[in-house]
């Protein structure tokens, strides 16, 4: 097959876009790497045109080329396409180095035994040193683009193998001095810097003259792997962060420089720092916590280096350089700001905070900055919540929640205010102006008053609830604040008992310092309700939620004025989920006769049988083995009753298990006929079955869902009619359907088997188009071949005949599609294909040991299938 034109490339991006994993597994997954990397050197397609082809190598690389070899492959053949462009300016040579990157990174391919990595490494820094530009790679408009994509590849490279440019930081460094992309470079050295002093920590080695210029790798030369190969340790230089475990890990205490090596570091440095100005605020951001991570712990390397540059960047406007001077404080504390940079700082999160015209993203980021603000000296143990200590409550009016707020930014304004009742619980005993505690009681009233709205949005019944949580989990040892939140829910749940799958769940997150004053005064509210209005559903399911053993007499009243009014399947089972949770309990007084009363009075016989099971199981079995044939556990020990043994088998009855197939299925003789291809299965059985239900599963996405065949009953010897299944393929192509069976075996246990696969070949797929004018059938038919052309595709094959000829093969496998026929030597067939496809033939002139035919199509990817199905068609006769 030739070059594919433009919209044949837009077509077939377009369908592996829609589903990458579905096309790699169709017929023309396996070509589509392949085929990319050979258009890329075709002179027919435009350069845009192979520019999308690249983006689609970046985008999905892993797909592409799946393996190391295959990887190896692809960044070969596109080092080659970039060596063979013409001197002129191209849009083609960054894609092309970006592509040869990411094959090499993703595909695991990058290692000393590599002859890509060979080429591409010397390549990717001489061009960002400038060295290749100009001397038959390119032309010299394209220098500082070419050398910023260079050190963009090297950076991903350098992320993937840590420690892979640790001997070329001296060549960096001098390269950072010259007329250059400065951004690239200081992102590119900050970041093998940082990656050189964590591995050489780890091996316990100084320096060694890494800082200090060197040669350049020559193209194809040795390339020295030693520290890449000690820093295979996963490390991660994008979180802005220096927890405690990465900071033991990372070792870099250990590290003690000698007085020359730590000269040449803060040359180093100092040198990025003093450029960093010229970076954009989010390279600055990454800049700053590189040099942090490297520097933290370093002995004698103090941070006093950063300090110009706080000069600047505590005034900043940026959010990303505020973030990055808040981690370098988190990470050298009093070593680098004063107390009055602290309080500064503090102040002015607060202050920003508050500005009435923030968006909403920066105004959260400045509330999560307050919570996790680094102070130099926190009181209290590590890692205790708690707010800061110059946050006081006169300097945080302005951020107190209101219920006016955006909901996020409510529970973070209610967040700081739990914060400030927990510090503040002194100063309120020995009375003040102002009560946090009471603001926060009156917000939390308002929050439930808006919940308990009937009718109202279900968002402010979620977010009383979020605010709840989170009032417990800040100020779950002050019962001061617990107890008039216990009774504040307890009334919103009288007002509103819809809200009870949120007090359920409320239930299951909450400490004990809650949750056992809150089951109590939800178990009053319930009993003391009477058991008949449109909210019976609700208590039942808060009672299955909170029953135990206290007051089981309340309890048990309750459920015998509710019997009368559960009538319908829902209800009854929710009054005997409540019994399970007291069988549970150990409440047995009293339990038993509501049993007795629900195994005679319900409706339901599902439900009188549930209620005479759990009778039974009260009766027989004392409280240890009731609570483990009650509990959830399915590895429970077996029990000396009985009653076990049964229950076991009647288990085994409701489960469906896994069985050997007991049936075989075949594909019987094919149907062409109707507004779908329909594939006839013919089944045979070994042992009786009943309510057979047959489901079907394509792999991938080229056929819309099957439906399940149903058969009510199969009889080995007893012959059954063929089954019918619809098919309706998205794309004409043979698939491969995962078949499974469920039945009912004699002995009534129902079962399930997985069956062979069943292969859908191209040829099922043949639908006759309606008939012709008896008149005009020549003419229908040509009509048809030519409406096939220009967008679809043409071809010619020789179709072999066996001995019978070509008159036995039309009526054998073509004769349903024939227009026009003039036997023995001349057909016209007509096929159509869903969903929406055709294939024309045209069988003429032909010969003792063949045919020749031609083909059109308007889908051209039926030419393949269909060349292959007409080359068989002779070894089928």
């Known amino acids: 097959m030739g070059p594919l034109s433009r919209e044949t490339w837009a077509q077939r991006l377009g369908a592996f876009r829609a589903s990458p994993s579905a096309f790699m597994a169709g017929p023309e997954g396996e070509d589509l790497g392949r085929d990319l990397l050979n258009e890329l050197r075709s002179e027919k397609l435009s350069e845009q045109t192979k520019v999308s082809l690249l983006a689609l190598s970046l985008e999905y690389p892993a797909q592409l080329w799946p393996d190391a070899a295959a990887a190896e492959a692809a960044a070969t053949s596109l080092l080659d396409t970039l060596v063979l462009l013409p001197p002129r300016p191209s849009a083609l040579r960054r894609p092309l180095l970006l592509a040869a990157t990411t094959a090499l990174a993703a595909g695991g391919a990058l290692g000393p035994t590599s ?71 200081s992102l590119l050295l900050a970041l093998a810097l940082r990656n050189t002093l964590v591995i050489q920590a780890r091996a316990r080695a100084g320096l060694q003259g890494l800082l200090v210029a060197g040669d350049m790798p020559a193209a194809g030369g040795p390339w020295n792997w030693t520290l890449a190969e000690e820093g295979d340790a996963h490390l991660q230089p994008q979180a802005p962060s220096w927890p405690a475990a990465e900071e033991e890990e990372c070792g870099l205490a250990v590290l003690e420089p000698s007085p020359e090596e730590a000269r040449e570091l803060r040359a180093a440095v100092a040198q990025l720092l003093d450029t960093s100005y010229l970076l954009t605020p989010v390279a600055q951001a990454q800049l700053l916590w590189l040099l942090g991570w490297a520097l933290r712990g370093l002995r004698g390397q103090p941070p006093v280096l950063f300090k110009p540059q706080l000069v600047r960047l505590l005034g900043t406007a940026q959010l990303t350089l505020l973030h990055a001077v808040l981690a370098l404080k988190a990470a050298f504390g009093e070593a680098l700001f004063t107390a009055q940079d602290e309080a500064l700082l503090l102040r002015r999160l607060t202050l920003a905070a508050q500005h009435p015209a923030l968006p909403l993203p920066a105004h959260l980021f400045y509330l999560h900055c307050l919570l996790n603000f680094p102070e130099n000296w926190p009181l209290g143990p590590t890692g205790e919540e708690t707010a800061p200590l110059l946050l006081g409550p006169r300097l945080c009016r302005g951020l107190l929640p209101s219920l006016l707020h955006d909901p996020s930014a409510l529970l973070a304004h209610l967040h700081l ?26 917000l939390l009233a308002g929050l439930r008053q808006r919940a308990a709205l009937h009718g109202g ?108 009014h559960c009538t319908d399947w829902g209800l009854q089972q929710a009054l005997l989920q409540v019994c399970r949770a007291l069988l549970r309990a150990g409440v047995g007084e009293g339990l038993a006769d509501l049993l007795q009363a629900l195994a005679r009075q319900l409706e339901d016989p599902d439900g009188r049988d549930r209620a005479r099971l759990y009778y039974i199981l009260l009766a027989h079995l004392a409280g240890p083995k009731l609570g483990v044939a009650l509990g ?77 065949v149903h058969v009510p009953c199969l009889l080995p010897g007893r012959p059954c ?26 002995a009534g246990l129902t079962c399930h088997a997985h069956l062979p696969p069943l292969t859908v070949n191209f040829a099922d797929l043949f639908l006759p188009f309606p008939r012709a004018p008896d008149g005009d059938k020549q003419g229908f038919f040509e009509e048809l071949w030519d409406s096939c052309l220009p967008e679809g595709a043409e071809s010619r094959l020789w179709c072999p005949l066996g001995p019978q000829g070509l008159e036995a093969l039309v009526a054998r496998h073509l004769d349903p599609f024939v ?24 069988l003429e002139a032909a010969h003792g040991d063949g045919v020749p035919v031609a083909l059109r199509t308007d889908d051209w990817a039926v030419l393949p299938l269909a060349g292959d199905y007409l080359r068989g068609l002779s070894a089928a006769i």
């Open 115 to 185: 002859g890509a990595s060979r080429r591409l490494l010397p390549l990717l820094l001489g061009l960002a040193s400038g060295r290749d530009v100009g001397r038959g790679f390119g032309p010299a408009s394209e220098q500082r683009p070419l050398q910023a994509t260079a050190c963009e590849c090297l950076r991903e490279l350098e992320s993937c193998k840590p420690g892979l440019l640790g001997g070329c930081l001296g060549l960096l460094r001098s390269l950072l001095g010259q007329e250059g992309p400065v951004q690239p470079l």
């Open 457 to 564: 949005p279900r968002a402010l019944a979620t977010l009383c609830f979020q605010a709840s949580y989170l009032v417990v989990h800040c100020l779950a040892m002050q019962p001061m604040v617990l107890t008039p939140l216990t009774h504040g829910l307890a009334r919103l749940y009288r007002a509103r008992p819809a809200l009870a799958p949120h007090f359920v769940d409320l239930l299951d997150r909450v400490g004990p310092e809650l949750g056992e004053p809150l089951r109590m005064a939800l178990r009053q509210e319930v009993v003391s309700r009477p058991g008949r209005d449109e909210a019976l559903r609700w208590h039942l399911q808060i009672l299955s939620k909170v029953a135990d053993g206290k007051a089981p007499s309340a309890t048990l009243g309750f459920l015998h004025a509710a019997a009368a």
């Open 721 to 746: 009619r063929p089954l019918h299944l619809p098919l309706q393929p998205r794309r004409p192509a043979p698939a491969q359907l995962a078949v499974r069976a469920l039945f009912t075996t004699p």
């Open 417 to 442: 205010l739990c914060l400030l009742c927990a510090e503040d619980e002194e100063k309120e005993e020995k009375g003040q102006d102002w009560c946090p505690r009471h603001y926060l009681g009156e």
């Open 819 to 842: 227009v026009v026929a003039q036997p023995p030597t001349s057909y016209h067939v007509a096929i159509r294909l869903p969903p929406a496809s055709r294939l024309l033939l045209r």
């Open 632 to 708: 959830p556990s399915l590895a429970a020990p077996a029990l000396t009753s009985s009653l076990v043994a049964e229950n076991q088998g009647f288990a085994a009855v409701l489960m469906v298990q896994e069985a050997p197939a007991p049936m075989r299925l075949s594909v019987g003789p094919r149907r062409a006929a109707g507004p779908v291809p329909v594939l006839q299965l013919q089944v045979e059985v070994l042992e009786p079955l009943y309510s057979v239900e047959l489901r079907f599963r394509v792999e991938g996405q080229l056929y819309a869902p099957l439906g399940a």
